[in-house]
Structures are given as structure tokens and as C-alpha cells.
């Protein structure tokens, strides 16, 4: 299939957001930017068009989609009830980085849940994103566009390397803003609780909500627990270098990364490191700054460029500066976690 490329700049390129809008509500599949990472997007109540989406990104058929919406309203055909603290969610952080767990009504295709009987719901605060979305008028089923497995894509390049050849359109919307996916907070359950850390932090949703619990189940592979959301049990986000995180005083993991780097002298090793301790490396082959250790938005936001820029290296080895499970220390762990699939040197 050819891949159309559009590029939109601003919300004057009526035709353009048109032609997509236009194309999701044909069926098609459309890669769309978002405020997270860019997602590939289809009719979210077409079970034929869902499909595709899943053949595009060869995505285990039992981890079900997010369906993004322009407005509140939308969302009303699609569950059986708002809950109260839902309501106070989408009044709050609607649009935004967070997706709520919601019963699902018999509209939704069976493909979308992959066979739960909730659905998971988002709002995107993306410009071009909300008006895509507004004028298709139509819930997109929409997941990271990205090839399963691999880091997800904040950048047009990325969504290139994955799927040129298997979308039918990709919108350039240029760089995403958090970088990281969405929050998943269930709110069928009570307290309410977060299947995946993300944007919104939890700090920001027990602000709003009061208890807000974690489902922590996905980091104990051993535990024989079955995580809530299913996509958390898969190997994700993973570059092709084996990847390690080091955690704890930053200055005894820039000690352990640099004496690792002396052991493995023939590899090509790359450390992911932050603005503060940049200085502090020797003998990297590649040496990537994420961004501040006080603003973590921008190691969000850096963060699955820079794994796939370790890629494009070709190095053999991946160190990663750890971070405190804080705020969106939170989510940026968990997407390591992943991305190294567990391996991660705690408590230096
Ligand atoms: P992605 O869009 O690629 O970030 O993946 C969507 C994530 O949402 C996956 O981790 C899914 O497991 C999760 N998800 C989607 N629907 C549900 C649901 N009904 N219940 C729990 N998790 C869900
Ligand atoms: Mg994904």
C-alpha cells in the first residue's frame, strides 16, 4: 500500500485535516499526532477497519485499544455509565493525557476490548489531533504507531521506520509534547486505580480524587498476577541494544555505568544520561542527553527518541540513568522497565 504523507502546520489547513478526517471515516487507516506519541488511528466501530490496525502493527489481538474522542459527549454511546469521580476526570484533565476505564456498551466492537467488557476513553489536547477528531465526528481506536514491541514514536521519522507501506495516510504534526502515553486510570472500581503511570501523574489525579490505587502487578513477572491492563504484560518500548538501568545516587550510577563502559571496551555502548551529570561520563560511544533531572517533562519527551536513536547507532549496549518513582519519575520508569525488559541495577 502507498503511504500518504501530510504534513499540517496549523488549524488553517482546512483541506488537509479534511482529507483525514475524511479517510477515518472511510475506513482507513490514519497515523495522527498526539500530545503523547503519535497514534495509528481507524474507525473505532468498524470491526474491519480495527483490524487493519492490528495486521499494521502485528499487535497481539488480546490487548485492546484506546478510542480517542473530540468531545464529552461521544463518550456517552459508549458506556453504561460515567462515575462521578469519571465525570470529575474528564472535567479536570479532559483534553489530555489520561484514559479512563469505563463499562463498555454494545456498540463497542468486540476487537477494540479485546473481548473485556470495559473500554478505555481519551480526549487528546492536540490541536490538529482534536480537529481531526471533531470533524470525523466517529470514536478512532488509536494506539501507539508504532510496530509492537518497539519504542513508541514521537516523531514523524519513527512512524516511517514502523509502518511506511502499511497505513494508508500519516499526518506530520512535527514533535510530540509529553512523549510518554497516557495515564490509565480504572474508575469502574473503587478507589480508582492507574493500570499504567503516564502523563498525569498520580500526585495529580489524588489532588482531584482522594485514594487513588496503583496496579503494580506488571512489574512482578514472577508473581503469576495477571495485570489489569494487557498490553502491560508485554515486552514493549524495546530497543535492539541490550538495555540496563541504573538506579539510586546519581553519582554512584554514573561510578557503576563508567566502570561498565571500561569493562565491555569492545562494544559500542551508548548512556542515556541527563543535563546534570552529562559531564560526568568517559568512553561512551554515544553519550545522549534526556534533559533536566528538575524538569522531567523533557526526558519524557526525549525519551523513546532516544532509545531509537541508540538503534540508528548501532550500539551494542544500552545504560540508562534510573530515576526516583515520583511524579513522572513514575512513568518514565515504567517505560524503562520495559524497555530493558527488568533489567535495572536498584540501590546504588
Ligand atoms: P497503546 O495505545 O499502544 O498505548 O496501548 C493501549 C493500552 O491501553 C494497552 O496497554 C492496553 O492494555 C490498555 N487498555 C485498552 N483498553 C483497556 C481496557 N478496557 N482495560 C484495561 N486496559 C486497557
Ligand atoms: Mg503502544
Request: charged share 25%; net charge negative.
Amino acid at each position: 500500500m502507498e503511504t500518504q504523507v501530510i504534513k499540517i502546520e496549523s488549524l488553517d489547513e482546512k483541506d488537509k485535516i479534511h482529507q483525514a478526517a475524511t479517510a477515518l471515516g472511510q475506513g482507513k487507516l490514519v497515523v495522527i499526532p498526539t500530545e503523547t506519541v503519535y497514534g495509528l488511528g481507524a474507525h473505532g466501530l468498524r470491526e474491519d477497519s480495527v483490524k487493519g490496525i492490528f495486521e499494521a502493527k502485528g499487535r497481539p489481538q488480546d490487548n485492546p485499544l484506546i478510542l480517542h474522542v473530540a468531545n464529552q459527549d461521544q463518550v456517552l454511546d459508549l458506556v453504561q455509565a460515567i462515575p462521578p469521580a469519571a465525570k470529575d476526570c474528564m472535567d479536570m484533565f479532559w483534553p489530555g493525557p489520561l484514559t479512563l476505564i469505563f463499562k463498555r456498551s454494545k456498540i463497542v466492537p468486540d476487537l477494540v476490548t479485546a473481548g473485556l467488557e470495559t473500554v478505555a476513553i481519551r480526549m487528546p489536547s492536540h490541536a490538529i489531533a482534536h480537529a481531526i477528531l471533531e470533524e470525523a465526528a466517529i470514536p478512532v481506536a488509536a494506539p501507539s504507531a508504532n510496530t509492537s514491541g518497539r519504542p513508541s514514536p514521537t516523531r514523524v521519522s519513527h512512524v516511517l521506520e514502523d509502518l511506511d507501506g502499511k497505513v494508508d495516510m500519516i499526518v506530520d504534526g512535527g514533535f510530540t509534547d509529553v512523549g510518554i502515553e497516557s495515564t490509565i486510570l480504572d474508575v469502574t472500581v473503587d478507589p480508582p486505580t492507574i493500570l499504567r503511570p503516564g502523563g498525569v501523574t498520580k500526585e495529580d489525579l489524588e489532588d482531584l480524587l482522594g485514594t487513588v490505587a496503583e496496579d503494580t502487578s506488571h512489574y512482578d513477572a514472577e508473581s503469576g498476577t495477571v495485570p489489569k491492563s494487557p498490553g502491560m504484560k508485554y515486552r514493549h518500548y524495546a530497543p535492539q541494544a541490550d538495555t540496563t538501568v541504573f538506579a539510586g545516587n546519581i553519582e554512584n550510577v554514573a561510578k557503576e555505568i563508567n566502570r561498565r563502559i571500561q569493562e565491555n571496551k569492545g562494544e559500542k555502548v551508548a548512556v542515556l544520561c541527563t543535563t546534570e551529570t552529562q559531564a560526568l561520563y568517559q568512553g561512551a560511544h554515544l553519550l545522549l542527553d534526556m534533559g533536566s533531572r528538575s524538569h522531567l517533562e523533557e526526558v519524557a519527551k526525549n525519551l523513546f527518541n532516544s532509545l531509537r536513536a541508540c538503534d540508528e547507532a548501532g550500539v551494542d549496549r544500552i545504560y540508562v540513568e534510573g530515576f526516583d518513582f515520583e511524579g513522572l519519575g513514575v512513568g518514565i520508569m515504567n517505560r524503562l522497565l520495559k524497555a530493558s525488559g527488568g533489567k535495572v541495577v536498584f540501590g546504588l
